[in-house]
């Protein structure tokens, strides 16, 4: 199940929040490898590291990393102060946190009675890629003349893929750069700005402690999935609707949409999201159709119209979106293709977010 190996560091590449890229010197060669040092401490070059090399045997795109389970020689102080939430749990590194909605949090008794997220926009997607490309649509070009304040905007990242919120570059950036108020990690996921139990109170925490405007809520970097109707891990964005509805929030679903993927399953509207929205999804939701040009347009509001008997579907124009995602403060990647090998992926999730503005009063 893990392949171990011991190697040294042999230099940091990188950092951003949370995370540590290294070059790491092993028996048969180098490799590359991340840390998180809120869990394992600090590499330093010369520190010798315990590494999962599990993902990067098998050549995962996006997991390609070896993983630094711990510095045998060099272990981290012993954490202080609250928490009692444990994540990744009965796991080797399972990791205590500190939740909002537990005891010993000051936003306990905030959210002890909170049952509703009082009308808020709720974007749901299925992939992690989608999150920047909502933001896009969200906020819109730039404008040279400036304008209104933007929305605050949070990110309330499912369990789906990554459990370390920190893997996420992006959202790491978005946040950097003020267009997320906050990452809210929930269930397993944990290294958010606010940990929480459940997407329910993720939701509630998005609202009532960050006092977000808009939630997107999406599964980590690494999306699972088996090629079969119901063995991957984005059915979860149809239970998220499901809370958002439950909250008093305003669900906007997200097409998973590509014209350049070599699984037909996926070509047009993804069978993930019809499965999603259309059988795990039990509430109504505001379907956000982009008005793409041409054939392919057409493949996709065709397929996307077995969704209408349960929800809402709402044609968004796609104009003017394009110049949006080009000027994206973050890399635009979905499956390991950008924007000219797949615009259509980005131009349904910046509908979604173009959309989501124009419900917010």
């Given amino acids: 199940m893990i392949r171990w190996r011991k190697g040294e560091v042999a230099a940091i590449r990188r950092e951003w929040p949370g995370a540590m890229e290294l070059d790491v010197a092993l028996p048969e060669g180098s490799c590359r490898a991340l840390a998180y040092p809120p869990v394992v401490g600090r590499p330093e070059p010369g520190d010798t590291v315990l590494l999962n090399t599990t993902a990067l045997a098998m050549g995962l795109g996006t997991g390609g990393y070896a993983m630094v389970v711990a510095l045998p020689d060099r272990l981290p102080e012993d954490p202080q102060g609250p928490g009692h939430l444990v994540k990744a749990r009965y796991t080797p590194l399972q990791a205590t ?15 002890r009675e909170a049952d509703s997220v009082d ?9 992690h890629s989608a999150l920047p490309a909502i933001l896009c649509g969200l906020f819109g070009p730039p404008s040279p ?10 990110y309330v990242m499912l369990d789906g893929g990554a459990l370390p919120a920190w ?32 997407v329910h109170t993720g939701l509630l ?36 609707v499901n809370a958002a509805a439950v909250l008093g929030g305003r669900p ?20 993930h999201s019809l ?47 394009e110049r949006a995602l080009r000027a994206s403060p973050v890399k635009l990647s979905t499956m390991g293709r950008g924007l000219e090998q797949d615009l259509p992926a980005f131009l349904a999730a910046a509908a979604a977010g173009r959309h989501a503005a124009t419900l917010l009063g």
Wanted: some cysteine; overall charge negative; proline content about 5%.
């Fill in 119 to 127: 009308g808020m926009p709720v974007v749901v997607a299925d992939l």
């Fill in 167 to 198: 893997f996420s570059m992006a959202a790491a950036r978005l946040r950097e750069i003020g267009w997320l108020c906050g990452v809210v990690s929930t269930g397993q996921s944990f290294g958010g700005d606010v940990e929480t139990v459940t």
């Fill in 205 to 240: 925490a998005a609202r009532h402690v960050l006092a977000a405007d808009v939630a997107v809520v999406a599964q980590g970097p690494g999306n699972l999935g088996t090629g079969t109707r119901w063995g991957f891990s984005g059915v979860a964005a149809g239970e998220a």
């Fill in 97 to 111: 946190v500190l939740g909002a909605d537990e005891q010993d949090s000051p936003f306990h008794e905030l959210l």
């Fill in 252 to 271: 906007v679903a997200s097409l998973r949409v590509s014209e350049g993927d070599a699984r037909e399953r996926h070509v047009g509207v993804s069978h």
């Fill in 275 to 321: 499965t999603a929205y259309g059988r795990v999804a039990l509430a109504p939701a505001q379907v956000v159709v982009p008005d793409l040009p041409g054939a392919f347009g057409e493949k996709v509001a065709a397929q996307a119209a077995v969704l209408a008997g349960r929800h809402e579907l709402v044609t968004v124009p796609v104009d003017g979106l």
């Fill in 145 to 154: 003349a400036g304008g209104a304040a933007r929305p605050r905007v949070a």
